[in-house]
């Protein structure tokens, strides 16, 4: 099999093939490839040992990464390629990192220490690709595989438990089932693993394109690191728009949801509050307050995982609007964009749209085409540039300062101001503005 190797990591190998070294593009890269997708870094893996592999391409080019893990990063048409030693894990005793790692002669060895068979693949051109744990096979058969066995390699390293509910989700693969009993079985593990590196795999994981199955395959894992959304497990809904129960219906909420990833954590935490919320009136479910409820458990999940403060404004606030109605209504659509601004507001309409679609119910789905309208309004309104913001108000500050407002009071009489634009009861025009102002002064 001949892959279509990045020009920069083939110098690369090429550079210590010369120098007498044996060196590989390994793992990611060559799964990619394979499989049609394009990498996103190339990594070589060598028999060079660090301070060899510095030598052969000179100080200057190259970054001292991490020595003690035998990782080089060599600088190429300015993008760094991470060059690291064969190398064998020693011992863990954190459930995250080796004791120590030893630099080995061979390949073979170095395969061995990763994750999955379909990320212990290497290929260079002189030898083409190198299989010896059954990764194409793997690949072809859209399996997730540990290599070795599934509970020590879990042991070893509790994050792979969720690096494979991430790889399910975005390469599309489903778990071997060896594995996945693995991963249930030993998922507390992951309560050792540190927030940051849980987090950035459950990012990657909400924005695979499996992303549905892989929450429902790897739920054990999900609750081991969210265990606010255990309760939503098999949570029957009791509710005529709800074809699914909570926990599926969320699955599905992330899988269908088109937008970042703020629109994808919304999703995956937009009803974590309501097994609190649940009663029963008439022989039908309700959830009253469940929007507030799951905005709540949201803030203190984001803050444990350590959400960036951008990240975890954006998907609380959208959390906790879920459920509020939008009117098709210019006005109302306005006074909206005017509290939340375009951005959040059309994410809100893709939330919506995504917890809709995911209630599997004709109602539901009648609701999703009202958005449609919704949708129709924001852009005539945007068309006809309505101003419905403070900055696009023809007066500012300065202007009701001139006329002897001070202090609060200006912000006031421009929040105002604006109402009345926005109701359309004034045009938003400057001197008709400064016109009212002027005589409540
Ligand atoms: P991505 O598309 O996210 O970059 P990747 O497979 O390249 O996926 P990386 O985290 O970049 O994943 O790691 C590169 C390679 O290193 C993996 O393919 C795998 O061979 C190995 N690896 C990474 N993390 C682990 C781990 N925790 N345990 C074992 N092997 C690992
Ligand atoms: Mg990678």
Redesign the pocket.
């Known amino acids: 099999m001949k892959i279509n190797i990045d020009g920069y990591a083939a110098e690369i190998t090429d550079s210590l093939g010369k120098a007498g070294y044996e060196a590989y593009v390994v793992?990611?890269?060559v799964?990619d490839s394979v499989m049609g997708r394009t990498p996103?870094?190339w990594?070589v893996t060598t028999s060079a040992k660090p301070e060899e592999v510095i030598a052969v391409f000179g100080e200057k080019n190259t970054v001292a990464t991490g020595l003690r893990h035998g990782t080089v990063t060599v600088i190429k048409g300015g993008k760094p390629y991470e060059v690291t030693t064969f190398r064998r894990d020693g011992e863990y005793s954190d459930f995250r990192h080796p004791e120590k790692v030893e630099f080995v002669s061979d390949l073979a060895e170095d395969l061995k220490?990763?994750?999955f068979t379909v990320?212990?693949l290497a290929y260079s051109e002189k030898t083409g690709l190198i299989d010896l744990y059954g990764g194409l096979a793997d690949i072809e058969s859209k399996t997730l595989r540990a290599v070795g066995d599934p509970e020590e390699r879990f042991n070893e390293?509790a994050?792979?438990i969720l690096?494979a509910a991430r790889f399910s989700s975005v390469l599309g693969f489903g778990i071997e089932s060896g594995t996945s009993a693995a991963m249930s079985k030993l998922c507390d593990n992951l309560k050792k693993v540190s927030a940051e590196r849980v987090f950035t795999e459950i990012c990657k994981l909400v924005r695979g394109k499996n992303a549905t199955a892989a929450l429902m395959d790897c739920h054990d894992a999900i609750f081991a690191v969210i265990p606010e959304l255990a309760p939503c497990y098999k949570f029957e809904q009791k509710s005529k728009w709800h074809r699914y129960d909570v926990y599926e219906h969320i699955a599905r909420a992330v899988g269908c949801a088109e937008g970042g990833l703020e629109v994808k954590l919304a999703m995956l935490l937009h009803d974590v509050g309501k097994p609190e919320c649940f009663f029963v009136k008439d022989g039908e479910g309700h959830f009253y307050g469940h929007g507030e409820k799951s905005y709540e458990k949201a803030r203190k999940i984001l803050r444990r995982l350590k959400a960036s403060n951008a990240l975890f404004y954006e998907t609380t606030l959208l959390v906790r609007l879920h459920d509020r109605p939008i009117k098709n209504d210019e006005r109302k659509i306005k006074r909206l964009l005017s509290e939340i601004g375009d951005e959040t507001f059309l994410r809100l309409v893709a939330v919506k749209r995504a917890d809709g679609l995911a209630q599997g119910t004709e109602i539901a789905l009648e609701e999703v085409k009202g958005l449609k309208d919704i949708e129709k309004t924001y852009r005539l309104i945007k068309e006809r540039g309505d101003c419905y913001t403070l900055s696009s108000l023809a007066v500012n500050g300065s202007d009701l300062a001139a006329l002897g407002y001070r202090g609060e009071a200006i912000g006031k009489e421009l929040s105002r101001l604006l109402s009345l634009v926005i109701d359309g009861a004034v045009e938003n025009d400057r001197e008709r503005l400064i016109k009212i102002s002027s005589k409540r002064i």
């Open positions: 793992g990611g890269c799964r996103e870094d990594d220490r990763r994750d990320n212990a390293d994050l792979r690096r």
